[in-house]
Structure formats: C-alpha cells, structure tokens
Nanobody, 123 residues
Framework: QVQLVESGGGLVQAGGSLRLSCAAS????????MGWFRQAPGKERELLAV????????YYADSVKGRFTISRDNAKNTVDLQMDSLKIEDTAVYYC????????????????WGQGTQVTVSS
C-alpha cells in the first residue's frame, strides 16, 4: 500500500504563501487520485482539493477555490498544494490522502493518509 509523507508546513503571516508537498512511496502512485485535507482543533477533517490520476482533473472546496492550487508529478511521486492569500482561518494540520476510486469528495474513499504537517497563519 502507498505510504505518504507531508512536508512544507510552518508559520506564515496572513496574506502570505506556503507550498506543501506530499511524497509517496510503495504502491503505484500513478494509480491514485490524490487529495489535500486539513483539520483544525475541534473541527472535522475537511477536503480542500483533489487531483485525478492523470492530473488533468481537479476539484476545489469553495473555501480555497482561487487561493489554493493542487498539482502532481507522477515521475517524482509527489503532489503539492500551493497556498496563496493565506488567512488566519487556514490554520490547521494539513494532510494528503490517496484514493484508488478517482476524484471523490467523501473522506470515506481515502484509506491512505500521511501524518500531517502543521500550518499556522498569524495576523
């Protein structure tokens, strides 16, 4: 099964940018649609963006549409999330997840997760 490791989190001021990366090992990365999620304290994990196996199809939650961009490199087994115009409410632990069933918006379709990376947006 695929194993996922996120990186790139940190502290950034509101209005700034951050780029997260998720590296996959084991399994066949190009078989999986990949998603980025986040979970803030006291809240449920939410889907932010998903990218198809080929990279030609994407989905964005309304909360990040126009600010975040998901991309993948199947040769490098990575999926990135470029985050611009960050807001204080973007503060959360960010996770990547893999789905073998295509672009899905329900977390139930993502059996594989990384350990998460903390993003903190300050005023």
């Amino acid at each position: 099964q695929v194993q996922l490791v996120e990186s790139g989190g940190g502290l950034v001021q509101a209005g700034g940018s951050l780029r997260l990366s998720c590296a996959a090992s084991r399994g066949t990365f190009s078989r999986y649609a990949m998603g980025w999620f986040r979970q803030a304290p006291g809240k449920e994990r939410e889907l932010l963006a998903v990218i198809s196996v080929s990279g030609t199809g994407t989905y964005y939650a309304d909360s990040v549409k126009g600010r975040f961009t998901i991309s993948r490199d199947n040769a490098k087994n990575t999926v990135d999330l470029q985050m611009d115009s960050l807001k204080i409410e973007d503060t959360a632990v960010y996770y990547c997840g893999a789905s073998s069933t295509g672009i899905r918006t329900s977390l139930d379709y993502y059996p594989y997760w990384g350990q998460g990376t903390q993003v903190t947006v300050s005023s």
